[in-house]
């Protein structure tokens, strides 16, 4: 059975850092495009960022909101996504699924609050 | 970025009767290897989303045969054959043709 279980969220002040991990299980990782889904409150679903396998080069894409203040890495020895966020404004405010980039499969969602 | 139009935005249904929710793409979908990444899913409250629909017209496994995809191009439709109290939530198409992947605003679905 495929598994993606994210981690990390929390209750933080804007500007500072916090980072997100997605453990994945039942499904070959190390070959999977992956991503991070954000659904901020009373908002639709936004993309925030895919990387690929390593052989497929590896490289993160960003979305513009979050270009330059978002890192998405992955761990493909402990089968774990990450998302690494600072400069954390009030707008990242969301719930933030680890996803497929397909959409075939996703987590249960990790609630990130940005509030002073 | 490419915008996907999700038309109508609030769709009230009756039990039993057909649901057509239309996604307008505002550049082709058509990916250079001969696909058409465009995929459906549904978002019930405190769940997350679940694809339906992949690639236009495929369902995804354990997906009631009432659902079906159809399009191509820029234009794309969902349908419901016969709605069920379950299938209430919120719609969305989303395009993984182009980077970055975008949904439509989404459709509510709710039961008259």
């Known amino acids: 059975e495929v598994q993606l279980v994210e981690s990390g969220g929390g209750l933080v002040k804007p500007g500072v850092s916090l980072r997100l991990s997605c453990a994945a299980s039942?499904?070959?990782?190390?070959?999977?495009?992956m991503g991070w889904v954000r659904q901020a409150p009373g908002k639709g679903l936004e993309w925030v960022g895919r990387?690929?396998?390593?052989?497929?080069?590896?490289?993160?894409d960003y979305v513009a909101p979050v270009k330059g203040r978002f890192t998405i890495s992955r761990d493909d020895s402990e089968a774990t996504l990450f998302l690494q966020m600072d400069s954390l404004k009030i707008d990242d405010t969301a719930v933030y699924y680890c996803?497929?980039?397909?959409?075939?499969?996703w987590g249960q969602g990790t609630l990130v609050t940005v509030s002073s | 970025d490419v915008v996907l139009t999700q038309s109508p935005l609030s769709l009230p249904v009756t039990l039993g009767q057909p649901a057509s929710i239309s996604c307008r793409s505002s550049q082709s979908l058509v990916s250079s290897d001969g696909n058409t990444y465009l995929n459906w899913f549904h978002l019930r409250p405190g769940q997350s989303p679940r694809r339906l629909i992949y690639t236009v017209s495929n369902r995804d496994s354990g997906v009631p045969d009432r659902f079906s995809g159809s399009g191509s191009g820029t234009d794309f439709t969902l349908r419901i054959s016969r709605v069920e109290a379950e299938d209430v939530g919120v719609y969305y198409c989303m395009q993984a043709t182009h980077w970055p992947s975008t949904f439509g605003q989404g459709t509510k679905v709710e039961i008259k």
């Open positions: 039942g499904f070959t990782f190390s070959n999977a495009w």
């Open positions: 996803a497929t980039t397909g959409g075939g499969q």
């Open positions: 990387i690929g396998p390593k052989s497929d080069g590896g490289t993160p």
